[in-house]
Nanobody, 119 residues
Framework: QVRVVQSGGGLVQAGGSLGLSCVIS????????MAWYRQAPGKQRELVAV???????NYADSVKGRFAISRDNAKNTVYLQMHSLKPEDTGVYYC?????????????WGQGTQVTVSS
């Protein structure tokens, strides 16, 4: 069984910074991409940032230059550093991992973490 546990987030004023982290554990052979998604009230979940096992990254246009995704493969952990936060960054942030166990490729999601940016 695989567990995905998120931490971080919270409330910050516009222009501030917050960090998120996510650890995946369990019967895992290999973790492929790790990513952060977010869902604002009344909107669909959207991809924020993704990182490959080799460290290549990709970002949504709305967060480029302000957010940084990274991962520690030894710790099965992915991070999201968020700077110059805007009210429109408010939402529930979800960690996502594409991984392989002994039975094949699977996807796991974190429990979600609230990020609120006040104006």
């Amino acid at each position: 069984q695989v567990r995905v546990v998120q931490s971080g987030g919270g409330l910050v004023q516009a222009g501030g910074s917050l960090g998120l982290s996510c650890v995946i554990s369990g019967n895992i052979v290999r973790i492929n991409t790790m990513a952060w998604y977010r869902q604002a009230p009344g909107k669909q979940r959207e991809l924020v940032a993704v990182v490959t096992p080799g460290g290549s990254t990709n970002y949504a246009d709305s967060v480029k230059g302000r957010f940084a995704i990274s991962r520690d493969n030894a710790k099965n952990t992915v991070y999201l550093q968020m700077h110059s936060l805007k009210p429109e960054d408010t939402g529930v942030y979800y960690c996502n991992a594409e991984f392989q166990d002994f039975f094949g490729r699977k996807t796991a999601w974190g429990q979600g973490t609230q990020v609120t940016v006040s104006s």
